[in-house]
Structures are given as structure tokens and as C-alpha cells.
């Protein structure tokens, strides 16, 4: 078995780089609703990890020393080393922001298309 992760920041980097060369398009309104759904999970993402953090202040499960290393163990599950709860939930962060970098491009065009439009169209209405 292998623990080789796909590069998702990556991915999405390369779907941003067709996007800028017009390889790929997405609907404005798609984006708007997937960007909302990011949005929502990022928020979902960081509670979890102020959840997380908040374990560091967890008192003593007891004075026995299996106790005590116990209570280590799950401490360093969720806080602490790198492969620990709150910085996977970063890294998950990271990915969703990336993904939220292409759905934000789309109706940012085309509100810039529309601002443009209207500027063109009061340019040439004769002034009354």
C-alpha cells in the first residue's frame, strides 16, 4: 500500500491555469453556487479546528502515568504534530480556498463584463 496523496492544491492550480487560457469555462451562476458551498465548508472546517485547538487546554486525566500518556496520545491526534487533526483541517482549508480561487474568477468576469457594459451604454447615451 502506498501513502502517496494527490496534489489537490496543485490540481485545482492547473484548473485555474486552463481557466486563464480559456480551456475550460464554468457558468457564473455555477460558480456563485459552488463558492457559496466553499464558503459554508470553510466555515464548518474552522470550527472544527478551533475544536481541535481547544483539546491543548484539556486538564489531567489523572495522576497515573498510562493516564497521563494517554492523554498525550490524543492530544498529539489533534494538535501538535503534523499529521495531527489541525493540520490536516488546514490543509483541507488550503484546498477548498484553491478551489474557491476558479468559482470566484467566473462572477468576478462577469460582474466586470457588466460594469463595463453599463460604463459603454451611459458613454453613449446622449446627455439630456
Not at 498510562?66 to 490536516?88: E, V, Y
Request: charged share 25%.
Amino acid at each position: 500500500m502506498t501513502d502517496a496523496q494527490p496534489n489537490l492544491i496543485a490540481h485545482w492550480q492547473d484548473l485555474n491555469a486552463q481557466a486563464d487560457a480559456g480551456t475550460i469555462t464554468i457558468p457564473a451562476g455555477v460558480a456563485k453556487q459552488c463558492d457559496a458551498a466553499c464558503a459554508t465548508y470553510i466555515e464548518h472546517l474552522e470550527q472544527m479546528k478551533r475544536d481541535a485547538l481547544a483539546l491543548k487546554t484539556t486538564k489531567s486525566w489523572g495522576d497515573l502515568k498510562s493516564a497521563q500518556d494517554l492523554q498525550a496520545k490524543f492530544l498529539a491526534k489533534a494538535t501538535g504534530t503534523d499529521r495531527s487533526l489541525d493540520i490536516i483541517l488546514q490543509q483541507h482549508i488550503d484546498v477548498i480556498e484553491s478551489m474557491r480561487m476558479l468559482f470566484r474568477r467566473y462572477f468576478d468576469e462577469t460582474m466586470a463584463a457588466d460594469d463595463q457594459t453599463a460604463a459603454n451604454i451611459t458613454a453613449l447615451t446622449p446627455k439630456n
